[in-house]
């Protein structure tokens, strides 16, 4: 029903490498003597490999404010805005994510001349930072007042660290997600970062959107795991296995990026 991933990101399976950005100003992680330069000097090392390596398109989230915010304060906003105006790669595509504000990650999105954002949409969910609930309307609405109708969204509806209200199942939730919502991919996530969804939950999500829209693997992408979902999937973010000890929080090595794009190209 989209292509705009597609326009983006043509290949069969394009690996989408995390640039995990630190905890940002007021978190409780926030590294105050190394400030934002020192966040700046953190991401650009990884991204350095990932991009040298060869990834298809790196995507920067907060990943490090824990516990998570549902509305982003200004200061992040804007410190996002920095790192990913300072770092924005051009040898591939990039993305943006704010964990979990998708109004910030949007406006971060068109500030910075991102190809696409990642995001939790639609539907209402309980979650560890409370009652959720996305607003997939408002949001798309935002995008065309912003003139940026070619921005590709990711719409996440397994979130990690949340569970759907409801009683739909992961497949109609999806269907639906892409007809009504006017998902252009669908994410499919774990339990929380790094782990990975059940098989069957994939396969069913791929056989409910029927080749519409790409369906990709949110988490727990590793280089040992990544052939059994290559056949319902159009893509795969990851993070957690190109890191040291395969820790979500620590830095990207070199001889796992090339061990996980060898084994999602032969898959």
């Not at 953190?42 to 991204?47: A, E, G």
């Not at 770092?87 to 190809?115: I, K, M, N, Q």
């Not at 040992?224 to 957690?240: L, Y």
């Not at 040291?244 to 032969?266: I, Q, Y």
Request: glycine share 10%; net charge negative.
């Amino acid at each position: 029903m989209t292509d705009r991933f597609r326009r983006v990101l043509p290949g069969a399976l394009p690996v989408i490498a995390m640039a995990h950005v630190p905890a940002l100003p007021g978190s409780p992680l926030y590294d105050a003597e190394a400030g934002i330069q020192g966040a700046i000097d953190d991401v650009r090392r990884d991204l350095e490999i990932l991009v040298e390596e060869g990834v298809d398109a790196v995507l920067f989230c907060n990943e490090n404010d824990r516990p998570y915010l549902l509305e982003a304060p200004p200061v992040h906003v804007a410190a996002m805005g920095r790192i990913v105006g300072e770092l924005a790669p051009e040898e591939c595509p990039f993305g943006v994510d704010y964990l979990w504000d998708a109004r910030a990650a949007l406006g971060v999105a068109v500030a910075t001349g991102a190809s696409f954002m990642r995001e939790v949409l639609p539907g209402v969910y309980e979650s560890d930072m409370g009652l959720w609930e996305p607003d997939a309307a408002a949001l798309l609405r935002q995008r065309r007042a912003y003139d940026a109708g070619d921005l590709c969204v990711l719409m996440n509806i397994t979130p990690e660290f949340a569970s759907p209200l409801g009683d739909r199942p992961a497949g109609t939730r999806a269907r639906s997600a892409v007809v009504s919502s006017l998902a252009d991919a669908i994410l499919v996530s774990g339990a929380m970062a790094g782990a990975a969804p059940a098989l069957d939950t994939v396969r069913e999500v791929a056989e409910a959107v029927a080749g519409d829209v790409p369906v990709i693997l949110n988490t727990g992408a590793t280089a040992t795991g990544i052939a059994s979902f290559a056949p319902f999937i159009g893509g795969a973010i990851v993070g957690s296995d190109l890191k040291r000890d395969g820790e979500t929080w620590g830095p990207v090595e070199r001889e796992r990026v090339r061990r996980f794009l060898d084994a999602a190209r032969s898959a």
